[in-house]
């Protein structure tokens, strides 16, 4: 495999989708008592934030962000990561 291989590079979309979905189900578990999808949604979201750390560490910002429209996402479900990287790439 080639280093310029991006195939296994984990998506910033996937690994955010995976934490909404994480969060859902951890409000779900909340409301219903239910420590199964409390402890299922936490795990989601763990699993979800190293994705994305994984994802922002093998990516360049400036080339590959999506500026203000990343920026106004990251600030709307509350993502640093997202905040930071929409601003690098806005330069």
């Given amino acids: 495999m080639s280093s310029n291989?991006?195939?296994?590079?984990p998506s910033l979309v996937a690994s955010?989708?995976?934490y909404v979905k994480g969060a859902a189900e951890q409000t779900i578990g909340n409301l219903s008592g239910s420590q199964a999808w409390q402890a299922s949604g936490a795990?989601?979201?763990?699993?979800?934030?190293d994705a994305m750390k994984a994802a922002g560490q093998q990516r360049d910002a400036a080339s590959k962000g999506f500026g203000g429209i990343e920026e106004k996402a990251g600030n709307l479900v509350g993502c640093e990561g997202m905040l930071k990287e929409g601003a690098e790439s806005k330069e």
């Fill in 43 to 49: 795990q989601d979201k763990a699993h979800a934030v």
């Fill in 16 to 18: 955010h989708a995976q």
């Fill in 5 to 9: 291989d991006n195939t296994n590079i």
